[in-house]
């Protein structure tokens, strides 16, 4: 039997237009690998392996759906009160990522960057690290920063003190002092605030993840664990905040 589809025209143009209202800066609290492991049997550490890869996919999915810049909280400073093993497969992965998959992002044209506190890692981290920088720094594709050894308050912190420093310095003025000028001091100086901050795993909070930067963001709560985070929940979560964007722009 053949459908008539009379109304398909109509029913396009009611669904949200996946063109429209795109985020351009998406963050993400990549949370639940552990317990993802746990549920399998396996061993926490599972959990991040296959985290990584989930990484990997939803970058792709991103630079699909042109989003220009994507950030992961793949570290806190709060994580250091794991387990001694945990901390230090989680703090491998850089190096794992850049012997499986750089030269995919290279090929994808993403630019990768870093925010935290680089200083404290271990060497062969931060070598990872740089290296994956300095191999994408000219691309201009979607930006990937990988927040690492981050906590935001310790970098409000940090920037409350450095301005201060340059108001001693007579490098700036009180007067000038603005939010602004503020933000040029935190590790994100110069990038978007997020549109759009997605949380995995169930839990509803920030965890100290970019307090400032997230002031007018939308939230986006899953229960799916990192592992399991696909394209589908991806885009379900973009759809989520183009509605949202669409009331408020209705009113
Ligand atoms: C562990 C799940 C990608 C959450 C994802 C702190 C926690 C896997 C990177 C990464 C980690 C990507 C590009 C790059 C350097 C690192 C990563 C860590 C942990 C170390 F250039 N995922 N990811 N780095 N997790």
Not at 166 to 171: E, G, Q, R, V
Not at 192 to 208: A, F, Q, V
Not at 219 to 245: H, I, N
């Amino acid at each position: 039997m053949v459908m008539k589809v009379p109304f398909l025209k109509n029913r396009n143009e009611k669904v949200h237009d996946r063109k429209q209202n795109i985020p351009e800066h998406i963050a993400i609290i990549m949370d639940g690998n552990g317990r993802w492991a746990g549920k399998r049997g396996m061993p926490r550490f599972a959990g991040h392996k296959e985290g990584l890869s989930s990484v990997v996919k939803i970058v792709k999915a991103a630079d699909k759906c042109k989003v220009k810049m994507l950030t992961l909280y793949t570290f806190s400073t709060e994580n250091w009160k794991r387990p001694k093993r945990e901390i230090d497969f989680i703090l491998k992965l850089p190096k794992e990522f850049l012997h499986v998959y750089l030269p995919d992002m290279i090929a994808n044209n993403v630019r990768i960057e870093a925010i935290g506190n680089m200083e404290e890692l271990p060497v062969s981290t931060r070598e990872a690290i740089q290296f994956a920088i300095n191999s994408t720094k000219d691309n201009d594709g979607l930006q990937l920063n990988i927040a690492l050894n981050y906590g935001s308050k310790q970098e409000i912190m940090n920037a409350m003190k450095d301005m201060f420093a340059d108001i001693l310095d007579s490098k700036l003025s009180l007067d000038e002092v603005d939010e602004q000028h503020f933000s040029g001091y935190l590790h994100t100086a110069g990038m978007p605030n997020p549109d759009l901050l997605i949380r995995t795993g169930g839990e509803k909070r920030l965890s100290n993840f970019l307090l400032w930067q997230l002031a007018y963001t939308e939230f986006c709560f899953t229960d799916v664990l990192w592992p399991d985070f696909s394209e589908k929940e991806f885009m379900e979560a973009l759809g989520e905040y183009q509605q949202r964007k669409r009331r408020y722009g209705g009113l």
